[in-house]
């Protein structure tokens, strides 16, 4: 794998190719950031983010030594013949991942990620498949995506090669991972978390909302109060509260304005206290811990 160490702030790259121009530009912007891992997935965009990005590299080529590119499957989505289902089948997995890397224009992934847990998985299977892409050099590193911890040690007790990452949801709305055991898993094991849609819920609304006004009003009262003591805005203040975590979150940022690329940054630099952690968590919950 690369020498090159992933940045705690991963940029996201879902949203490249809606405006090819613009998207270009926030990931010449994160670059100039700092941002060193770069996440995809064959399905964003129907595959045109990772043939936009691969762009950039083709453009300047002497980008590539300098970050980690990352990239995910196993979601596929209805067509004529088909249902939405995941996919995490050998073929699928190897054929999206020779996909991926054909559009990127590079010679391998530094990081592969298997986007949703398969209900069909069989977990050899996904070894194999893992075993042959590291044997061919298309792939350095594994990790998952959205898996629980019990999918994640079947997983891995299939696989050779640690896994690395769990990419799942994390914000101020959606704090499932603080319960359910995903973020002690990763604390005791060393995985990376790494927090889709980080600051959904203050940013934008998060997938499924169910904060009622009441909420949202303790919550953004909070947040002013706090912005005002670390001068920052709302969603800095929730990345540093993300930051905060010991088991190392990695937030994935997923603007396309360069400047809201570049603010993100100072969120590692806020020295966020224990104090107001739990402040903002009694805030989103509406009463204090127990």
């Known amino acids: 794998m690369s020498s090159i160490q992933p940045s705690r702030l991963a940029y996201g790259c879902m949203r490249i190719a809606e405006d090819p121009e613009k998207g270009k530009r926030a ?23 990772e043939t936009l990005f691969g762009e950039v590299l083709r453009e300047s080529p002497e ?4 970050i980690l590119v990352q990239s995910k499957c196993a979601v596929r989505f209805a067509d004529d013949s088909s249902p939405a289902r995941y996919d995490s089948s050998s073929d699928h997995i190897i054929s999206s991942v020779n996909g991926s890397l054909a559009r990127l ?28 892409l590291k ?5 350095a590193r594994f990790g998952v995506s959205n898996f629980s911890i019990s999918q994640f040690d079947l997983l891995q007790s299939a ?12 914000n101020i709305h959606n704090t499932e991972a603080l319960d359910n055991g ?6 005791r094991l060393q995985i990376t978390p790494q927090a889709w849609c980080p600051v959904a819920g203050v940013a934008y609304p998060a997938w499924g909302n169910t904060f009622s006004e009441e909420d949202e009003a ?29 088991a190392g979150i990695s937030p994935i940022i997923g603007s396309t304005t360069p400047d809201r690329i570049r603010a993100a940054v100072t969120a590692l630099d806020i020295h966020y206290s224990r104090e107001d952690w739990y402040r903002l968590l009694e805030a989103r919950n509406g009463k204090s811990v127990p």
Not at 42 to 49: A, E, L, N, S, V
Not at 135 to 139: A, L, R, T
Not at 159 to 170: F, G, K, R, S
């Open 218 to 246: 303790r919550i953004r009262v909070e947040l002013e109060r706090q912005s005002v003591k670390y001068g920052g805005e709302a969603s800095i203040i929730v990345l540093a509260w993300l930051l905060k975590h010991p």
């Open 27 to 49: 990931v010449r912007a994160a670059i100039d950031a700092g941002y060193t891992l770069f996440d995809h997935a064959d399905i964003y965009g129907g595959g045109t983010c």
């Open 159 to 170: 696989v050779a090669e640690p896994l690395l990452i769990n990419q799942v949801e994390i």
């Open 182 to 187: 995903v973020l002690d898993q990763c604390q």
């Open 135 to 139: 044997s061919s050099g298309k792939v």
């Open 105 to 132: 224009g590079i010679e391998q992934l530094d990081l592969f990620l298997v986007h949703r847990p398969d209900y069909l998985m069989n977990a050899e299977e996904v070894g194999v498949a893992f075993d042959t």
């Open 63 to 66: 980008l590539r030594e300098n």
